[in-house]
Nanobody, 125 residues
Framework: QVQLVESGGGLVQAGGSLRLSCAAS????????MGWLRQAPGKERESVAT????????FYSDSVSGRFTISRDNVNNTVSLQINSLKPEDTAIYYC??????????????????WGQGTQVTVSS
């Protein structure tokens, strides 16, 4: 069982930046691929970033590539998402998720096994 707790969301103006963090409560954090997903009102949950178990490989959706950076700390059991050049369309609830998956590369929402409760990001124009 993996418990995930996100933090760092908030209200920010377009063009600004935010850093989201996720703390994982599991002794085997490095066994899991981690990701960030988001869900905007009236839309399906969208995977935006995936990071490998060791953190040496990262993958992004086309909609955020170049603006979002995912990273992890396997000593402190945390995963972060640096969000730059925010746009109003980035407004969503952002979720941290963990996957015990053999699939390589970018993971979609159905690949994840554990989810946090989400943190709201609102971007004003």
């Amino acid at each position: 069982q993996v418990q995930l707790v996100e933090s760092g969301g908030g209200l920010v103006q377009a063009g600004g930046s935010l850093r989201l963090s996720c703390a994982a409560s599991t002794p085997s954090f490095s066994d899991y691929k981690m990701g960030w997903l988001r869900q905007a009102p009236g839309k399906e949950r969208e995977s935006v970033a995936t990071i490998s178990r060791s953190g040496d490989r990262t993958f992004y959706s086309d909609s955020v590539s170049g603006r979002f950076t995912i990273s992890r700390d396997n000593v402190n059991n945390t995963v972060s998402l640096q969000i730059n050049s925010l746009k109003p369309e980035d407004t969503a609830i952002y979720y941290c998720a963990a996957a015990n998956s053999l699939i390589s590369g970018f993971l979609n929402h159905h690949h994840y096994h554990y989810w946090g409760q989400g943190t709201q990001v609102t971007v004003s124009s």
